[in-house]
């Protein structure tokens, strides 16, 4: 897992008690820092009741002893906001609970009442990407353009870039899921269209941001059923990267795109070349060994396809990005396509077992739980009735057996329950 501080509520601290909540979280007691100073406690308390802070000494005692930037300790309350805002930014992937979604809202809140607009509509593209995490989509887009209305200015270009290419995932993954198909398809080639106008215009590229902007490209086109045009942005992505972890992701999408295509023999020789470098990574190998084992899968060699799969640490696999998600959308839907009922089965029984684990993310559930709920509608034959029942049991037992600390995994699990006995009765 990443090395981040994820963001449980918003403190905004006068300097004195900044250090204070530093001392007490480094040391037993104010006493006990005060003695590793060398100083009286009175008077260590005494600094600390100071809107400066103590002596020029002192403040270079401090930044030996507890190793802190002492301008830091001088944030003003608009930039400790305005830090609040940019770090859930970086690591919004990580808030997905119902007291996160509240905790985004009270930053909204926060920023505009403090007239800090540009970090108040950041924090609104932040609520929209939360929802589209936690498969809400017409929620999502709702802040979204938001976000970018507010951004049209020539200054704002990165940020607008950012809102149009998450909105462009959002339209694909409507589109991916049949939800109004075709109208979100066209909707997310208009994004990602005026995504790369935006693009094109930048004056400079920071923060890796031509790297994700032909990684993020590609996984829309993926989504969207254009594994050429996704070949070609992912290949951009690899010449604009020279992180190890990055490159073998963007070889790895290309090859799967080699396979949706029917290059076997390419996909294969690609996910060859990246073993020779990722070998330690288990997370990547993982999915390597996985993705080879759908190509044996659709080659008809099972004996093989089980070797591969034999080697997936699905443990590692899930650490990637959605790769929980990822796993049981590259085989259930493979199996289900193929017929392989039985197997099937399986998988959707481990699948049960690993929502209990509470190591893994609740949107990634949800996403999960909202692949299931579209996989079904295209079952349509009295052979995979037993799949619905055997599912229906499945989760009606889950339900039954398991506490839910958060509302909106039970809610998606309700719906897909109604989901699954619908479709059984159409198909009865």
């Known amino acids: 897992m990443p090395n981040y501080i994820k963001i449980k509520e918003i403190k905004l601290l006068s300097p004195n008690a900044k250090l204070n909540k530093l001392i007490l979280e480094n040391y037993p007691s104010i006493d006990a820092f005060a003695e590793e100073m060398n100083i009286y406690p009175s008077t260590l308390k005494q600094y600390l009741r100071s809107s400066k802070l103590g002596s020029d000494k002192f403040k ?5 002893k507890l190793k802190v930037d002492i301008a830091s ?29 509240a905790l985004l809202k009270e930053l909204s809140e926060q920023t505009l009442k403090n007239n800090m607009y540009t970090e108040h509509f950041v924090t609104l593209f932040n609520i929209g990407r939360y929802e589209y995490f936690n498969s809400n989509y017409e929620r999502a887009h709702t802040y979204m353009d938001c976000a970018l209305a507010y951004f049209f200015a020539e200054s ?14 959002v339209y694909a993954k409507q589109y991916h899921f049949k939800i109004e198909a075709q109208v979100n398809k066209v ?32 996984y829309a086109y993926s989504l969207l059923d254009e594994p050429q045009l996704a070949l070609d ?19 790895c999408y290309i090859s799967q795109c080699e396979s949706l295509l029917g290059n076997l023999e390419e996909s294969m020789a690609y996910y060859s070349e990246i073993m020779k470098n990722v070998t330690e990574n288990k997370p990547l190998t993982s999915w390597i060994h996985l993705n080879i084992s759908t190509i044996y899968l659709k080659l008809g060699d099972y004996s093989m396809m089980e070797i ?17 998600y990822y796993y049981y959308h590259t085989w259930l839907s493979s199996l289900i396509e193929l017929g392989l009922t039985v197997k099937a089965l399986q998988f959707f029984d481990q699948l049960m077992l690993d929502f209990s684990s509470k190591e893994i993310k609740l949107q990634d559930k949800v996403q999960v739980m909202n692949m299931l709920r579209h996989m079904i509608n295209d079952i349509d034959s009295d052979n995979d009735r037993e799949v619905l029942h055997h599912l229906e049991r499945a989760i009606a037992t889950y339900i039954q057996s398991n506490e839910f600390t958060d509302q909106i995994l039970l809610n998606h699990l309700i719906h897909f329950l109604g989901n699954i006995r619908l479709k059984t009765l159409f198909i009865s």
């Open 233 to 251: 942005a992912f290949r951009m992505a690899l010449l604009n990267t020279e992180d190890p972890t990055n490159m073998a992701k963007s070889m």
């Open 73 to 101: 300790l001088y944030l003003s309350y608009k930039e400790q906001l305005s830090a609040y805002v940019y770090d859930i930014n970086n690591h919004i992937r990580h808030y997905s609970t119902s007291d996160d979604l």
């Open 308 to 324: 591969y799969l034999s080697m997936v640490d699905r443990t590692a696999i899930y650490e990637l990005t959605s790769g929980f």
């Open 156 to 169: 704002y270009s990165a940020l607008r870039l950012e809102v149009l290419l998450s909105k462009s995932k």
């Open 187 to 218: 909707n997310a080639l208009n994004a990602l269209k005026e995504a790369k106008l935006v693009f094109c215009s930048l004056d400079k590229y920071e923060n890796n941001l031509k790297y994700r902007f032909y990684q993020i490209t590609g």
């Open 60 to 64: 270079i005692q401090i930044v030996t």
